[in-house]
C-alpha cells in the first residue's frame, strides 16, 4: 500500500452498536489515500470482531488492542503507528459524510499554513435538546482563524471529531495529554499557543452523535469545573501575562461569574463589572463589584468575560466598541 496521506484515529469501547457504522463512514470516504487505525481500549463486547472483519476487509484497516487505558492513551498508540502526514479524529458513535476528509485535505494542501481544520457538525441522537442545538448554531458559525481564535475561550471551538491535524502541528505541540480534562480543547490551546492555524470547512461533513453513554457526558474530566480550570491554565499562559501596570478585571457576577469568582486563585480579579445596582459597590468572594464605566481606560486593563445570557456576547461588544475597547487586545469572552 502507498503511504496514506490521512491518518483515521479511531479508539472504542464497546461499541458494537455503532462502531460498524462509523467504520462504514470511512470506507465510503472519496478520498482515496487514507488509512483507518482502530484502537480497542479494553472491550468487552463484540466490538473487536467488527473492526477484526472491516480489518479484513480492507488493508488501509488496522487493529491494535489494549487493556482498559482511557482515550489519551489509546490516541497516542494510534498516533505512534499512524504513517500519515494528517491526523484525523474519528469517534465510534459518528458518522463522517462522503466528502469530509477530501474536502479537509484539498483545504489543509491549499494552505500550508493551517494546521488543524474541522467542518460544520449535524447533532443527531436522542439527547439533543436545545442546549446542543444552540452550540451546533455556535460551532457552524466559526468558520476563519479570526473567527475562531476570538471565540476559542468561549469553548472548544472545533468538534473534536472532526479534527484533522497536521502531523507536524501535531508533534510541535506535543500532542495528546491527559491533564485532567477536555484532551481535544487541551490540545486546541496548546496548538493556538505554538501558533498554529486553524478553520473549518463551510459544510456539514460529519454527524455527531449524542448518545447516553458517550465518554463527554459520564467522565469529571469533561464537566464545567474542569473546564473552567483548562480555560483558567491557559489564560495564565496567554492574555494574563501582562505588565504589572496592567490590571485585570472580570465582567459579570450572575450565575455563571459567580463561579469563576470563587475559583480564581492567583491570579485574582482587580474587580468585578456588573451592571445590576443592587451588587455596584458590594464585594462578592472579596473582590469589588463596580459599573462598567468604572472599567479603567482601554490599554490599562484587561477584562474577562464570564456573562452566560443568551445575546450576552453581543451586547457587551456594543458597549465596549465606541468606548475604544479591542477584543483581544482589552477584552476577552470566557464564557
Known amino acids: ?44 463486547d463484540e466490538s473487536s470482531s467488527i473492526a477484526q472483519h472491516h480489518a479484513s476487509e480492507d488493508k488501509r484497516i488496522r487493529v491494535f488492542r489494549h487493556d482498559p487505558s482511557g482515550i489519551v492513551v489509546a490516541l497516542r498508540l494510534a498516533q505512534r503507528e499512524a504513517q500519515g502526514r494528517y491526523l484525523a479524529r474519528m469517534d465510534a458513535d459518528d458518522v463522517s459524510l462522503p466528502t469530509r476528509l477530501e474536502q479537509q485535505f484539498r ?19 436522542p439527547r439533543v435538546g436545545s442546549g ?18 476570538r471565540d476559542l475561550f468561549v469553548e472548544c471551538p472545533i468538534a473534536h471529531p472532526a479534527f484533522m491535524i497536521r502531523r507536524d502541528a501535531h508533534d ?32 456539514v461533513l460529519l454527524e455527531w452523535k449524542e448518545q447516553p453513554g458517550r465518554l463527554s457526558m459520564r467522565d469529571v474530566r469533561y464537566s464545567p469545573e474542569r473546564f473552567r480550570a483548562l480555560k483558567r491554565h491557559y489564560l495564565t499562559r496567554s492574555y494574563l501575562r501582562q505588565p504589572a501596570k496592567r490590571t485585570f478585571t472580570q465582567w459579570g457576577a450572575g450565575e455563571v461569574g459567580k463561579l ?20 455596584i459597590g458590594r464585594t462578592i468572594h472579596g473582590i469589588p463589584v463596580i459599573a462598567p464605566d468604572e472599567l479603567p481606560p482601554p490599554g490599562r486593563a484587561f477584562t474577562v468575560v464570564a456573562v452566560g445570557a443568551p445575546g450576552a456576547r453581543d451586547e457587551i461588544r456594543e458597549w465596549m466598541a465606541p468606548r475604544g475597547y479591542v477584543e483581544l487586545e482589552d477584552y476577552l469572552f470566557i464564557a
Open 1 to 44: 500500500m502507498n503511504t496514506p496521506a490521512v491518518s483515521v484515529l479511531l479508539p472504542f469501547r464497546d461499541a458494537k452498536e455503532t462502531l460498524g457504522v462509523a467504520i462504514a463512514s470511512i470506507r465510503a470516504q472519496t478520498l482515496a489515500g487514507w488509512e483507518l487505525l482502530l484502537v480497542d481500549d479494553g472491550s468487552r
Open 107 to 125: 483545504m489543509m494542501e491549499d494552505d500550508q499554513r493551517l494546521g488543524l481544520t474541522g467542518a460544520q457538525v449535524r447533532m443527531a441522537g
Open 132 to 149: 446542543r442545538k444552540r452550540y451546533e448554531t455556535w460551532l457552524n458559525g466559526l468558520r476563519s482563524h479570526d473567527a475562531i481564535i
Open 172 to 203: 510541535k505541540a506535543g500532542g495528546y495529554l491527559d491533564n485532567g480534562w477536555a484532551e481535544d480543547y487541551d490540545l486546541v490551546m496548546r496548538l493556538w499557543l505554538v501558533g498554529v492555524r486553524f478553520a473549518n470547512v463551510d459544510r
Open 260 to 279: 469563576w469568582l470563587r475559583e480564581w486563585s492567583a491570579p485574582t480579579p482587580a474587580a468585578v463589572v456588573d451592571i445590576n445596582p443592587r451588587k
